[in-house]
C-alpha cells in the first residue's frame, strides 16, 4: 500500500506575508496585496514532486462575516496561478 506523503504550510507569515498596519495584521483584501515569503517559490517546487502540498488558514474576517470563503480562496487562488 502506497502512503500519500503531505506538507502543511500556513499561509500568513509561512507562505505569504502578512501585511501590519499599527502593529496589527492586516487581512489581505486585494491580489496587490499578496506578496509571497522569501525562499517559498523555491521549496514548493522542490517539494511539490514528492509530497501534497496544502496550505491552511485561519481568516478572521471569514469567522467576523467581514469576507467570504469563495472570495478568500479565489484570491491566493488566483496568485497562485500566476506564479
Known sequence: ???NK???FDRDGVLIKAPVIKKRPKSIQ???EIKFCSGI???CEYYKKNYYLI???NQP???RKKNKKKKIK????MKLIIL
Open 74 to 77: 479565489k484570491k491566493i487562488l
Open 61 to 63: 474576517d471569514y469567522e
Open 55 to 57: 496550505m491552511i488558514t
Open 6 to 8: 503531505a506538507i502543511f
Open 1 to 3: 500500500m502506497r502512503i
Open 30 to 32: 486585494t491580489l496587490q
Open 41 to 43: 517559490n523555491k521549496i
